[in-house]
């Protein structure tokens, strides 16, 4: 079973810049579709960005695009999201998850969680 843990997270100002990290536990990395949600307060999961196996694709909600970048290291098993032009309303508790479907978007296609990293931006 693969472990995930993300790191990175913290408070910085709007418009400032974070780097995510999630680093997989199984050397079987490469066989996963893997993606970032984030739920921020009273709110239900959302979708944010996702990667396939390779990395030759990327599919991102539009409340990011543009702004975020997703990548994925297959040699360190580890998963990315540069985060840019911060707002305050990408406030939230960032999860990465890994899964089979490429391009999926909704949670429930993702076996695999982190325990979350927190972002805040403050306004």
């Known amino acids: 079973q693969v472990q995930l843990v993300e790191s990175g997270g913290g408070l910085v100002e709007a418009g400032g810049s974070l780097r995510l990290s999630c680093a997989a536990s199984e050397r079987t990395f490469s066989n996963y579709v893997m993606a970032w949600f984030r739920q921020a307060p009273g709110k239900e999961r959302e979708f944010v960005a996702t990667i396939t196996w390779s990395g030759d694709r990327t599919s991102y909600a539009n409340s990011v695009k543009g702004r975020f970048t997703i990548s994925r290291d297959n040699a360190k098993n580890t998963v990315y999201l540069q985060m840019n032009s911060l707002k305050a309303e990408d406030t939230a508790v960032y999860y990465c998850?890994?899964?089979?479907?490429?391009?999926?978007?909704?949670?429930?296609?993702?076996?695999?969680w982190g325990q979350g990293t927190q972002v805040t931006v403050s306004s």
């Open positions: 998850a890994g899964g089979a479907m490429a391009g999926a978007r909704s949670p429930s296609m993702y076996a695999y």
